[in-house]
């Protein structure tokens, strides 16, 4: 072994400060016509009507909420398996969120779940397009239609996603989309807000920007605050955007590499199951498998980081007030199961190999398929 093989990295190179010498030269630091080709370059992408780039995809949901009214007194329910800001971001807005369960093969938000949660203080669902695939937005709009809910979507891992042809973030009244370090391209941070109905736009312009629609003036007819983007987040989001073509194809190859390479140990290890109206971007590659904690720990001794899946809300310390009631084993068996394997664009194919080679014998099962290797 020769390196240290990291779970997940950015691609970024000498492209990244090509576009930030823009900035430079331009001496304009704070939101102009860098970030506005960033917002335009994200509208191509997703087909949204507006994007709106704020400073992060927490601040972005918590912006979501406030456009919406939902504040003291309301719910909004969010998926028990997802990184802790989804549940966080119904807390800044002064509302209670309820955690529903996941669907036990895609691991996103159960509607069925949903349905039983609804009450009269439940004012929205906030479904999570997890690792990289879509939730059922088919029948989680029909839910949230049925019961005049309104769909806030984190697609914080879901930029280039598709679901039946529609990328996902732009099914509700919002979405949003992460550009932090880890994400499939990044800013370094940031985030945008997806919607189709200028009004909202407005709405969360204004709560980004001290409560005003323009730059430079010092009345302010509403009350706003300071969740601005930069220029060079925006640089660097121009030069990931025109990268992403080559991520998308280069993390579908690592994906079904690991998947054909482990198919002979699919009793130990399975990957997630996809459903076949997404079209994802693998964000991770992950994986459910049998004695998770001593792969790990293999692994990590071979040189090889991995990662465990999101630890569930209801388990969380900082939610350990927040009981429903509500048996969560979906969740939790997905957590002591679920894996994340190296997926980042720089992956090599012998790294993947070996890594893949490392498993079996953790599993201590033979593995010709790559013949004998160095790495």
Not at 75 to 101: H, Q, R, S, Y
Request: glycine share 8%; with cysteine.
């Amino acid at each position: 072994m020769k390196d240290f093989i990291p779970q997940i990295e950015p691609w970024i190179d000498e492209s990244e400060l090509l576009q930030l010498r823009r900035v430079i030269e331009s001496t304009y630091v704070t939101e102009n016509k860098l970030t506005e080709e960033f917002e335009s370059l994200i509208r191509d992408l997703t087909g949204a009507k507006y994007a709106v780039s704020l400073m992060n995809g927490t601040v972005a949901l918590f912006c979501c909420l406030k456009a919406l009214g939902i504040g003291s007194g309301d719910e909004v329910i969010v998926p028990n398996l997802t990184f802790i800001a989804t549940a966080n971001a119904v807390l800044m807005a002064g509302a209670k969120p309820i955690f529903c369960e996941v669907k036990e093969d895609t691991l996103c938000m159960d509607y069925e779940s949903v349905k039983t949660l609804i009450n009269k203080n439940t004012k929205a669902i906030m479904p999570v397009h997890l690792y990289g695939q879509s939730a059922d937005m088919e029948e989680l709009t029909k839910v949230a239609r049925d019961n005049g809910l309104k769909i806030v979507e984190d697609s914080a891992q879901g930029v280039g996603v598709m679901f039946g042809g529609k990328h996902v973030g732009t099914f509700g009244e919002f979405g949003i989309l992460s550009f932090y370090g880890n994400k499939t391209i990044t800013c370094g941070e940031g985030g945008v807000v997806l919607t189709n109905n200028k009004h909202l736009k407005d709405t969360i312009y204004r709560l980004k920007n001290h409560g005003r629609l323009t730059k430079g003036t010092f009345r302010h007819s509403h009350i706003g605050f300071n969740f601005s983007f930069t220029e060079m987040q925006a640089a660097i989001g121009i030069s990931q955007m025109h990268k992403l073509p080559k991520i998308i194809e280069k993390k579908k190859n690592i994906h079904d590499f690991y998947c054909e390479g482990l198919k002979p140990l699919c009793r130990e290890i399975e990957p997630i199951y996809l459903d076949h109206r997404t079209t994802p971007v693998w964000w991770f590659t992950s994986f459910l498998c049998d004695k998770k904690e001593g792969l790990k720990k293999f692994l990590f001794n071979k040189g090889i980081q991995t990662r465990d899946f999101f630890y569930p809300l209801h388990l969380q310390p900082c939610y350990k007030n927040f009981n429903y009631n509500i048996s969560y084993q979906v969740s939790e068996d997905s957590y002591k199961r679920g894996i994340s394997l190296p997926s980042s664009y720089h992956l090599t194919l012998e790294q993947q190999k070996y890594i893949i080679s490392c498993i079996y014998e953790f599993y201590g099962v033979e593995n010709d398929t790559f013949g004998k290797r160095h790495y």
